[in-house]
């Protein structure tokens, strides 16, 4: 079945690092990628997402790129806040024959930790 | 538009107990999913309605577990006899039917923390 492997945490930064969080997929189909924020107490955020390979998601200054030949889609950020510290998960929606439901499926979460 | 809800927030119980959680989308979206997530993991796929018609189970969703959806509006997910390893954060989700089979963003609610003592 499809899977969502992303990289352990967690990952401490100091303010203005470069971030990535790598994350690779495996899938039967042709999915749409995601990457979706948890902040402290809150519910989880679509942060972006990438419908097709080579496609680009941007929003608020992290950029993931849909990579089919190395399925991935690797989150990155050139300077990270104190602000950005949450969980972050990397996900795939993948059209399952005959109930046409697109469920996800998540990787395990990386928890980021940015310190001024 | 307010987003997704559920209520309770959160819900302490003793083992054996049953619980319901209740789950409003967003207005005018179908689709509404379900997930459970346990600590230090990611979300995991329950069940998935399109309007009132319950479409997709996982293999996680056993018999003591059942969710509805009537008049295709909230949704409500029940767990009979409960057992400490039902503790989890279980989440509701929503999104609109797309256009041309693509896929649409899924709307998460702030979720229901269950505790089995």
């Known amino acids: 079945g499809d899977s969502v492997t992303q990289m352990e945490g967690p990952v401490t930064l100091s303010e203005e690092a470069f971030l990535t969080i790598n994350c690779t997929y495996t899938a039967t189909g042709y999915p749409s990628l995601f990457w979706y924020v948890q902040y402290p107490g809150e519910g989880l955020q679509l942060l972006l997402k990438a419908t097709k390979a080579d496609d680009k998601g941007s929003n608020k200054g992290f950029e993931a790129t849909y990579r089919k030949e190395t399925t991935s889609f690797h989150l990155e950020k050139g300077s990270v806040q104190v602000s950005d510290s949450a969980v972050y998960f990397c996900a795939l929606s993948d059209l399952y024959s005959g109930a046409g439901s697109y469920q996800l499926t998540f990787g395990k979460g990386t928890k980021l930790s940015v310190i001024p | 538009d307010t987003g997704v809800s559920q209520n309770p927030r959160h819900k302490i119980t003793k083992r054996g107990q049953n619980v319901t959680f209740r789950c409003d989308p967003i207005?005018?979206?179908?689709?509404l999913y379900w997930y459970r997530q346990t600590l230090g993991q990611g979300p995991e796929f329950l069940t998935y309605f399109q309007n009132e018609a319950q479409l997709e189970k996982s293999r996680l969703l056993s018999d003591r577990f059942s969710a509805e959806r009537p008049k295709g509006s909230f949704s409500t997910l029940e767990i009979q006899r409960t057992e400490q390893g039902d503790s989890a954060m279980y989440l509701c989700?929503?999104?609109?039917?797309?256009?041309?089979?693509?896929?649409?963003?899924?709307?998460f609610g702030p979720g229901t923390r269950l505790t089995v003592l």
């Open positions: 207005s005018e979206h179908n689709r």
């Open positions: 989700a929503s999104s609109p039917v797309g256009s041309g089979g693509t896929t649409d963003t899924q709307y």
